[in-house]
């Protein structure tokens, strides 16, 4: 299983974007592969250590833990990521 961990924060336009790049990258995947993704959003606002972490780079996305991208998430990027897992 792949944890695919998308920080943000509410009102965010660029998270917007990144959930959107998201979902379309899961939907262009094999079943294999998307099947095998658990997405979990966080928002910064609700976890003190996020906030002091991440604050000025929302969004952000982590892959199994470890930061894959923030402020633009590249589609082509996100599908060789999660291809290669």
């Known amino acids: 299983m792949t944890d695919l961990t998308l920080i943000t924060k509410p009102d965010c336009h660029l ?26 959003e966080l928002s910064i606002l609700d976890d003190p250590l996020l906030h002091e972490t991440w604050w000025e780079k929302i969004p952000v996305v982590l892959i199994d833990g470890e930061l894959h991208g923030h402020w633009r998430v590249s589609q082509d990027r996100l599908t060789q990521a999660l291809r290669g897992r």
């Open 15 to 40: 998270c917007d974007v990144a959930r959107e790049v998201i979902d379309q990258t899961l939907a262009g995947l094999t079943d294999e592969v998307a099947d095998g993704v658990e997405v979990t």
